[in-house]
């Protein structure tokens, strides 16, 4: 179990670090209908990612089952795939990149979070982590990773626990710290929210580019 941890540990991070999902979170915060929307959020996006690190889990349990030693071809060429894809998404997001004086360019949809209800903030929550393509090529290699680790069942549920826990948790630290502490996080989630909005696409071409070369090596590996 211990390798297949620290396996998934990298790409729950590469989840984690989405630059795009926690601006929406913070500005459900700092909206009228913070304290609703936020949650919803919140919980749209932890269902999103349990949905799709399990699917993924499920579909390559059925793989055939191979000795641990020997080489896993059919794994690695899927890790290869996943880590050429990674390099794609990571040079269009370089490309996407505000040049000096320009403001970076975010979703039409964030201006109108203000009149978001609980059922939009939660279905949002949901799309941003299970149907975005970043975030299905984390949970795909993790699930790769998992399904074909042959661990028992309690042990299969404990990994994809972490993986979900640490995956969730950039939303989940503001919105929770907000509900506690509202006054005092404004300005601070203000500030994030600007500079995150003017780094995201270096943040995220950066990590995609490490994430996949550490794919590359992994898919390598398997032959």
Same mark, same amino acid.
């Given at each position: 179990?211990?390798?297949?941890?620290?396996?998934?540990?990298?790409?729950?991070?590469?989840?984690?670090?989405?630059?795009?999902?926690?601006?929406?979170?913070?500005?459900?915060?700092?909206?009228?209908?913070?304290?609703?929307?936020?949650?919803?959020?919140?919980?749209?996006?932890?269902?999103?990612?349990?949905? +799709? &690190?399990?699917? =993924? /889990? !499920?579909?390559?349990?059925?793989?055939?089952?191979?000795?641990?030693? %020997?080489?896993? @071809?059919?794994?690695?060429?899927?890790?290869?795939?996943?880590?050429?894809?990674?390099?794609?998404?990571?040079?269009?997001?370089?490309?996407?990149?505000?040049?000096?004086?320009?403001?970076?360019?975010?979703p039409?949809?964030?201006? +109108? &979070?203000?009149? =978001? /209800? !609980?059922?939009?903030?939660?279905?949002?929550?949901?799309?941003?982590? %299970?149907?975005? @393509?970043?975030?299905?090529?984390?949970?795909?290699?993790a699930?790769?990773?998992?399904?074909?680790?042959?661990?028992?069942?309690?042990?299969?549920?404990?990994?994809?626990?972490?993986f979900?826990?640490?995956?969730?948790?950039?939303v +989940?630290?503001?919105?929770?710290?907000?509900?506690?502490?509202?006054?005092?996080?404004?300005?601070?989630?203000?500030?994030?929210?600007?500079?995150?909005?003017?780094?995201?696409a270096?943040?995220?071409?950066?990590?995609?580019?490490?994430?996949?070369?550490?794919?590359?090596?992994?898919?390598?590996?398997?032959?």
């Amino acid at each position: 179990m211990s390798s297949a941890l620290g396996d998934v540990l990298p790409l729950a991070l590469g989840v984690a670090i989405s630059p795009i999902p926690i601006i929406a979170a913070i500005l459900m915060l700092l909206s009228p209908k913070a304290r609703t929307t936020s949650v919803g959020f919140l919980i749209g996006w932890i269902a999103g990612i349990v949905v +799709a &690190i399990s699917l =993924f /889990t !499920l579909l390559s349990s059925v793989l055939p089952e191979q000795d641990p030693d %020997a080489a896993q @071809p059919i794994k690695g060429v899927i890790q290869l795939l996943l880590g050429a894809l990674l390099f794609v998404i990571a040079a269009k997001q370089w490309g996407k990149r505000p040049q000096e004086g320009e403001e970076a360019a975010l979703p039409t949809w964030m201006k +109108a &979070i203000d009149t =978001f /209800t !609980l059922g939009k903030a939660l279905g949002l929550g949901f799309l941003l982590s %299970a149907v975005n @393509p970043k975030n299905l090529i984390m949970a795909a290699g993790a699930g790769v990773t998992v399904g074909s680790a042959s661990l028992s069942a309690g042990s299969t549920i404990t990994v994809l626990a972490v993986f979900t826990v640490l995956a969730a948790s950039t939303v +989940a630290v503001p919105v929770v710290g907000y509900l506690l502490a509202a006054d005092r996080l404004r300005g601070v989630l203000d500030a994030l929210r600007t500079w995150l909005a003017r780094e995201n696409a270096v943040i995220m071409a950066v990590l995609l580019l490490v994430i996949g070369i550490s794919m590359i090596g992994k898919g390598i590996g398997s032959f």
